[in-house]
């Protein structure tokens, strides 16, 4: 199973950025997927998560900025950043878990993570 990411980069406040994580090795559309950051000394946080039937939820931080969704055809989860503070900059992992059980015990699989910086 891999889950890589990419789209992480330098932005200035106010800008967007979409990251990207392709998965392979498992069955993509029957996962839950999702979104995580995560700073130094500072515990991992969810940000966004997308069901297999495509339901999502957000951190209340994010809501009305970000924006995730799932390709099931091309089995690539996006996270489309809008308005970005600095606040946000983190390091971005995507995950993947089994639907039946991941609110109990989290996320099966993760990806190796890209850096999001948000400064002027």
């Known amino acids: 199973v891999q889950l890589v990411e990419s789209g992480g980069d330098l932005v200035q406040p106010g800008g967007s950025l979409r990251l990207s994580c392709a998965a392979s090795?498992?069955?993509?559309?029957?996962?839950?997927m999702g979104w995580f950051r995560q700073t130094p000394g500072n515990e991992r946080e969810g940000v966004a998560g997308i069901d297999s039937d495509g339901s999502t939820s957000y951190a209340d931080s994010v809501k009305g900025r970000f924006t995730i969704s799932r390709d099931n055809a091309k089995n690539t989860l996006y996270l489309q950043m809008n308005s970005l503070k600095p606040e946000d900059t983190a390091m971005y992992y995507c995950?993947?878990?089994?639907?039946?059980?991941?609110?109990?015990?989290?996320?099966?699989?993760w990806g190796q993570g890209t850096q999001v910086t948000v400064s002027s």
């Open positions: 995950a993947a878990g089994r639907c039946e059980v991941v609110a109990e015990i989290g996320p099966d699989y």
């Open positions: 090795g498992y069955t993509y559309s029957r996962y839950c």
